[in-house]
């Protein structure tokens, strides 16, 4: 069967190597096995021949049928057209073409019947149709399916003669040899539990269904199918670690209750009680750990951190905290620190900035053990930082590291691969988190700290910015500090509707010329950027001036106003990633969106949502179905990206059928070895064939 679905594309009746290139870099189908999955992405129903009398301007293309009783051309030049006029026993219609006239006018016969298919337009009391696809009619050739599919194709395909219409004739020809070749890849008990077709019925119906509901069913069932296979893969994944990867355990808990008792500032939250159980759970197993820790901006994840790296410390093992941004990760070692010289541990900082000689300083210490927690950029990496017994590593903001860097993590330990904790301020929507991390533990903080004000978020016109400076000025005078953030740091021709920050700046300095204003972008020296971010940080400047490189940066409590510059530009997630900038203070905070009058439907969506909740995961749950799945983790989980049917943000309820489904299987048989899973087990090897298994680490 393998071999039949691998054979390439230029061997298909019809196609030949021209079309075979063109298909290869316009469509990536390279195999029979390709275009078979190479699905329609709409159907037109052709089963209604609409009399001409009955003709409405609407959005769909509809089929009528007559006789061509008139044709000429009309205007001269550029400005020619040929308009020919078919009549049914009810009424006529006009048919227009721009372009290709001349050879339109030798393919179509006077006093011949046609079937035409197309949208009508209508001019006065009239209607037309502008270049519609037309044939002559023959009787009893009709499709004998009901939806007629239609196959995305680019602007090249259609100049070689290789359209929609023509990918439908492939399919044919693909779908008449295939019927006996296409093997069944689910068990027949999962079949017959949910009514689904067989793979090669699904197959046929999704290319050529006879009815609607013939058409939702096989999308169901290959739906199902590619779910199940990525849930599959994932849970395999977890359990084949389980097995195979043991861990350090970290039973001693001396020091963590000196904290507890003695020096912790505030009392946790339920939420982060929770989670520091469920990791306490972890690193008692003797597995190593692969967790995933959610938790909004503030929510306070970095605690918990530190509460397991005194696990860690506690059980004479090594601690690292690894950051996408050096300020974060400055951030994190000045926060941490404070706690870590009250107990007496050894923490230090590595980054790209760090001087050599300290540099050899942090890496002796390592070596000896006398340097208990580390903390840096992905100068962590690099393969001279060795430790005498790592035990656990944090990485924060997970997806701005490729699964390949955060790998190399797991060399650092010679035996035992260290415990892995993985922490996000970005809010992941259950179904995502499920294919995403599918293959890791999810922990999630959904409570913030006790004291802590929702921010309260105003969507403003750009006709409202002197109101806006007003209410800027009134918080400042109270004492508080304020970000204003642009999408650009400077415009360009293609982006003149939009703000720019250096325009920004001068005219914030001009409006506010009694107070210091600080500016941060992309653009400038890492030392500049910390001198600007360190002033604001002292309250020497009243307002930040800033492109998106503050979305993940300093803890300012003081600031308590994010003022968005077209924030119609920006994605929901990043919005609220921005937004949790403030709010980290016991004042109330404020965010104000400013946008353009003139919005698109889905940025008013983002709009209304930003201005309604401060729930992260709700936020999340409206980006995904606006967005779709994207690439959220860096390198992506395999499976995800290459999804043909399903889709993660619309298919919730069938993932998490899916997900049950292959947990049972494995529950019962986890190396597949019974007969009823025969076909699964042959569809998973046959999927394992290529694959690199990035899954394994984290």
């Known amino acids: 069967m393998s071999h039949f679905f691998d054979s390439k594309i230029e061997y298909l009746k019809g196609v030949g190597p021209k079309r075979a290139n063109l298909l290869n870099k316009e469509l990536d189908v390279f195999t029979f096995g390709d275009l078979l999955q190479y699905y329609p992405f709409r159907y037109e129903d052709r089963s209604r021949v609409c009399p001409l009398n009955e003709l409405e301007e609407v959005e769909a293309s509809v089929q009528v049928r007559g006789r061509l009783v008139r044709m000429k051309t009309e205007g001269a030049g550029k400005k020619q057209r040929l308009v020919g006029v078919i009549r049914d026993e009810t009424g006529e219609v006009e048919l227009v073409w721009f372009k290709g006239i001349k050879f339109v006018q030798k393919v179509l016969q006077y006093n011949m019947e046609y079937t035409v298919f197309g949208k009508p337009k209508r001019f006065g009391s009239r209607f037309n149709f502008s270049h519609p696809e037309i044939e002559p009619y023959v009787a009893g050739r009709e499709f004998k399916a009901t939806l007629t599919p ?293 922990s999630v903080i959904d409570e913030l700290p006790a004291g802590r004000k929702p921010i309260q978020t105003f969507h403003r016109f750009d006709n409202h910015r002197l109101r806006v400076f007003g209410f800027l000025r009134k918080e400042i005078e109270k004492g508080r500090q304020a970000y204003i953030v642009y999408p650009l740091i400077e415009s360009s021709e293609n982006m003149e509707q939009y703000k720019d920050l250096m325009d920004g700046h001068e005219s914030i300095c001009r409006a506010f010329p009694e107070y210091q204003v600080s500016i941060v972008h992309g653009r400038m020296r890492p030392e500049d950027k910390d001198y600007e971010m360190k002033r604001f940080a002292k309250n020497e400047t009243k307002i930040m001036v800033a492109t998106t490189v503050i979305e993940v940066g300093v803890n300012v409590p003081n600031a308590s106003i994010m003022v968005i510059e077209n924030a119609e530009r920006f994605g929901l997630s990043q919005l609220h990633q921005l937004r949790g900038r403030v709010g980290r203070g016991a004042e109330q905070s404020y965010c104000v969106l400013m946008t353009n009058v003139k919005l698109s439907k889905d940025s008013r969506t983002r709009m209304e949502t930003m201005c309604r909740t401060n729930n992260g995961f709700e936020i999340a749950d409206v980006d995904l179905k606006l967005r779709g799945p994207g690439d959220i983790s860096g390198t992506m989980q395999s499976g995800i990206a290459d999804l043909k049917v399903a889709d993660i943000s619309k298919d919730a309820r069938l993932l998490q059928e899916a997900r049950a489904c292959a947990q049972k299987m494995l529950d019962e048989d986890p190396e597949l070895k019974m007969p009823s899973h025969a076909n699964v087990k042959r569809q998973v090897e046959l999927m394992n064939k290529h694959h690199i298994n990035w899954g394994m680490i984290s």
């Not at 996408?324 to 050894?346: C, N, R, V, W």
Request: aromatic fraction near 6%.
């Open 150 to 442: 239609v196959y995305q194709t680019s602007e090249l395909m259609k100049r070689m003669m290789l359209d929609s219409k023509a990918l439908l004739k492939l399919q044919r020809k693909l779908l008449a040899e295939t019927a006996d070749k296409v093997h069944e890849t689910l068990p027949s008990y999962l079949l017959d539990q949910y009514g689904m077709l067989s793979k090669g019925k699904a197959l046929e119906a999704i290319h050529f269904p006879e009815n609607d509901k013939m058409l939702q069913r096989a999308k169901a069932r290959l739906k199902f199918e590619e779910l199940f296979f990525v849930q599959l893969k994932l849970l395999r994944e977890k359990h084949s670690r389980q097995l195979k990867f043991k861990g350090q355990v970290f039973k001693a808990i001396d020091t963590l209750t000196t904290f507890y008792k003695e020096h912790l500032p505030f009392d946790l939250t339920n939420a982060q009680k929770r989670v520091i159980k469920e990791i306490r759970k972890d690193v008692l197993s003797g597995v190593q750990m692969n967790r995933l820790l959610q938790g909004d901006v503030g929510s306070g994840k970095t605690i918990v951190a530190f509460i397991v790296m005194l696990m860690a410390v506690d059980n004479g093992a090594q601690a690292c905290l690894m950051a996408p941004t050096e300020i974060l990760s400055i951030q994190h070692y000045q926060g941490l620190k404070e706690f870590a010289d009250m107990l007496g541990i050894q923490i230090d900082l590595l980054t790209g900035s760090t001087k050599t000689a300290k540099r050899r300083e942090i890496h002796q210490r390592l070596l000896s053990g006398e340097l208990h927690v580390l903390v840096g950029t992905h100068a962590l990496l690099e393969d001279v930082v060795q430790f005498k017994n790592l035990g656990l590593c944090v990485i924060d903001e997970q997806h701005r590291f490729g699964v390949k860097q955060r790998s190399r993590l797991w060399g650092k330990h010679k035996t035992i691969p260290p415990h892995v904790l993985v922490m996000t301020a970005t809010p992941i929507p259950r179904t995502l988190a499920m294919s995403l991390y599918g293959d890791l533990d999810v």
